[in-house]
C-alpha cells in the first residue's frame, strides 16, 4: 500500500531532509585520504543528533552505523570501519534523518584525491542520470519511466544497473512502497500519482550488473571487483511539478567531482 503525503508531511520531510544535507556536508568539509570511514560516521551521527533528528539507519533491521559505507567495488550498505581512505578510493556516503517521525534519505559518492578519468566519469554518469531519473519522475507518468530513463542513460554510455537494490517510498517508514528499479519499460508499474514521495538512487557499476553480498551479511559488491557508484535523492511528486526533498547542495558547495 502507497502512502501519499500530505504537504505538511512534506514540509516536515524537507526539514528532515534539510539536517540531512547538512549532515553530508559535514563529512564532506573532512573526508580525503588518511580518514577512517568510522570518524565519518561518528561526525554525521553527532551532527544529526544536534539538531533534533535521529539517524534512520542506525539499529534498522540491526545496521550498526548512521552511515552506510561503501568503497570502490562495494555497492551499498558497507560499515563504517578503521579503514583509512585512499588516493584514488570512491566511497559512497549514504544516510537517513528520522525527524518529526519522518525519515529522508539520500546517498553522494566521493572521490578520493585524484582518481582516474575512467572513474570520475562513472560518478559523474552516475549523478547525472539521478537528475534524468527525477526529471522522469513526472505526475502521470509510470515507476517504469524512470527506471527506463534512467538504465539508458547510463547503459548508452556503456555502464550497467545493479538490479538487486532499488529506490523506494519514503515517510514515517525508511522503506515503503513503492519500490522504483533503477531500469524498467516505458509505461510499466505504479503510476505516480500527486503527494507520492519516493527516494530515488541508480547504482551504477563500471563493469558487469552483477553483485555479490558478503559474508557480513550487509555489504553488497559487484563481482568482478570493479568499482561501483550510487547517489540518492528523494522527490515529491505533485500535480503540477516534481519537488526535491533532500539536497546536496551543502556538498557541492565544498567539492565537485
Ligand atoms: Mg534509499
Ligand atoms: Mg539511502
Not at 585520504?33 to 543528533?49: N, Q, Y
Not at 563500471?206 to 522527490?235: C, F
Amino acid at each position: 500500500m502507497i502512502h501519499y503525503k500530505t504537504p505538511e508531511e512534506v514540509d516536515i520531510i524537507k526539514e528532515s531532509g534539510e539536517i540531512l544535507g547538512r549532515a553530508h556536508a559535514e563529512v564532506a568539509k573532512i573526508v580525503g585520504p588518511g580518514v577512517r570511514t568510522d570518524e565519518l560516521d561518528k561526525i554525521a551521527e553527532e551532527f544529526i543528533r544536534d539538531h533534533g533528528g535521529d539517524p534512520s539507519f542506525k539499529h534498522y533491521n540491526g545496521f550498526p552505523a548512521t552511515l552506510c559505507i561503501s568503497v570502490n567495488e562495494n555497492v551499498v550498505h558497507g560499515f563504517p570501519s578503521d579503514y583509512e581512505l585512499q588516493e584514488g578510493d570512491i566511497i559512497s556516503v549514504d544516510c537517513g534523518v528520522k525527524y518529526k517521525g519522518f525519515h529522508s534519505d539520500s546517498a553522494f559518492t566521493y572521490p578520493i584525491g585524484s582518481v582516474s578519468d575512467e572513474v570520475r566519469k562513472l560518478l559523474r554518469t552516475t549523478k547525472e542520470s539521478l537528475y534524468i531519473g527525477i526529471g522522469a519522475a513526472k505526475h502521470g507518468s509510470r515507476i517504469g519511466d524512470v527506471g527506463y530513463a534512467i538504465q539508458h542513460y547510463v547503459e548508452e554510455r556503456g555502464y550497467t544497473v545493479v538490479r538487486e537494490l532499488v529506490g523506494h517510498g519514503v515517510g514515517k517508514n525508511l522503506h515503503e512502497s513503492p519500490e522504483v528499479p533503477n531500469y524498467g519499460r516505458r509505461g510499466r508499474g505504479t503510476k505516480l500519482n500527486h503527494g507520492l514521495v519516493i527516494a530515488i538512487e541508480p547504482m551504477i557499476n563500471l563493469g558487469t550488473k552483477h553483485v555479490v553480498q558478503e559474508e557480513d551479511g550487509w555489504t553488497i559488491r559487484t563481482r568482478d571487483r570493479k568499482p561501483s557508484a550510487h547517489y540518492e535523492h528523494m522527490v515529491a511528486v505533485w500535480k503540477d511539478r516534481t519537488e526535491v526533498l533532500t539536497t546536496h547542495k551543502y556538498i557541492e558547495e565544498i567539492i565537485t567531482i
